[in-house]
């Protein structure tokens, strides 16, 4: 596997820890803290896309959430990350976790993290990446603390219809219709449980993310790749236009020839969900700069900074 690029000298400290989840499963993560300015810090919370994610959301030579962990404690703030129940130093199983299970993990995290006498518990936001861009809007408005919410290319329909246009867009038309009919029958299929190695997906597969948006009345950034075809920048709307509806502090930001990972397409090659996994497991690319730093102005903006 390719070597993940360097990430920038820390001019922060990091410390293992470990917190519970409401079913008492141990979950393991890092808390970076910035050496300088002075604390209590604004945090961040990061929440995981799907599959067997660890700390670092590492996919193939990208760890996503290891380079935007340092970035954004090297620009003042402190960040908690963590491995997903059974992968790498958390205890559990991991099945891809059920959405309930999800969520409570997400919000152990969120009152681990307001405990720590380097945070300061008036100033956390969450941001979620994928999957964790559905799941954050929930936590968000049952926990009345969280200081606002960030969502990094969040999907803006139900899972199952993400899950079909992945589908559709990776197969010849001539096969697409009967690409869909199987899709429709594994759907229900999990529906009905007839599939228990995918309770993630029968948990999670009809929640509409516009329901629990209009339930967020804190500030929200919403970051969303140009290139992705993973979850389509044309959905996009169909979030934005909601939660503009109910809250005036709603930013969004499209950045042009980004994937779902936030890096540059590789020009000229067509992309499809397939094509982008391959590149994503074999190229090692940076996240887009112009991205962290819509993400740094936000923050500064909503959060402020105690760098000096």
């Known amino acids: 596997m390719p070597t993940a690029l360097?990430?920038?000298?820390?001019?922060?400290?990091?410390?293992?820890?470990?917190?519970?989840?409401?079913?008492?499963?141990?979950?393991a993560g890092t808390l970076t803290v910035p050496e300088r300015g002075r604390g209590p810090y604004a945090t961040l919370v990061l929440v995981h896309g799907s599959g067997p994610q660890d700390r670092d959301e590492a996919i193939g030579p990208n760890p996503v959430f290891l380079e935007l962990s340092n970035a954004l404690s090297n620009a003042g703030y402190a960040v908690l990350r963590y491995d997903k129940r059974g992968i790498g130093k958390s205890g559990g199983r991991n099945s891809l976790g059920t959405r309930d299970e999800l969520i409570d993990d997400?919000?152990?995290?969120?009152?681990?993290?307001?405990?720590?006498?380097?945070?300061?518990?008036?100033?956390?936001?969450?941001?979620?990446?994928?999957?964790?861009?559905?799941?954050?809007?929930?936590?968000?408005?049952?926990?009345?603390?969280?200081?606002?919410?960030?969502?990094?290319?969040?999907?803006?329909?139900?899972?199952?219809?993400?899950?079909?246009?992945?589908?559709?867009?990776?197969?010849?038309?001539?096969?697409?219709?009967?690409?869909?009919?199987?899709?429709?029958?594994?759907?229900q299929n999990a529906r009905e449980g007839h599939d228990s190695m995918r309770a993630w997906l029968r948990?999670?597969?009809?929640?509409?993310?516009?329901?629990?948006?209009?339930?967020?009345?804190?500030?929200?950034?919403?970051?969303?790749?140009?290139?992705?075809?993973?979850?389509?920048?044309?959905?996009?709307?169909?979030?934005?236009?909601?939660?503009?509806?109910?809250?005036?502090?709603?930013?969004?930001?499209?950045?042009?020839?980004?994937?779902?990972?936030?890096?540059?397409?590789?020009?000229?090659?067509?992309?499809t969900p397939y094509v982008a996994l391959q590149q994503y497991l074999t190229v090692p690319a940076r996240l887009d700069a112009r991205m962290l730093a819509a993400l740094e102005a936000w923050l500064a903006e909503h959060a402020g900074t105690t760098q000096r």
């Open 6 to 27: 360097p990430t920038p000298l820390p001019h922060f400290v990091s410390r293992d820890v470990a917190f519970p989840s409401a079913d008492g499963t141990r979950l």
């Open 106 to 187: 997400v919000k152990a995290a969120y009152r681990f993290a307001s405990a720590q006498p380097e945070v300061d518990p008036k100033r956390i936001y969450l941001l979620g990446h994928s999957e964790g861009g559905e799941l954050v809007p929930t936590v968000a408005a049952e926990e009345p603390r969280v200081a606002g919410i960030v969502l990094m290319a969040p999907p803006a329909l139900p899972l199952w219809r993400v899950i079909m246009e992945q589908a559709l867009a990776s197969s010849p038309p001539a096969q697409r219709a009967a690409v869909e009919s199987k899709e429709l029958t594994d759907f």
């Open 203 to 271: 948990s999670s597969m009809d929640v509409d993310p516009i329901v629990d948006i209009k339930r967020v009345h804190l500030p929200i950034l919403i970051l969303q790749g140009g290139a992705d075809v993973q979850v389509l920048p044309s959905d996009l709307p169909r979030l934005t236009v909601v939660a503009r509806s109910v809250n005036r502090d709603v930013t969004v930001h499209v950045f042009s020839n980004d994937n779902h990972l936030f890096e540059a397409v590789t020009p000229g090659v067509k992309q």
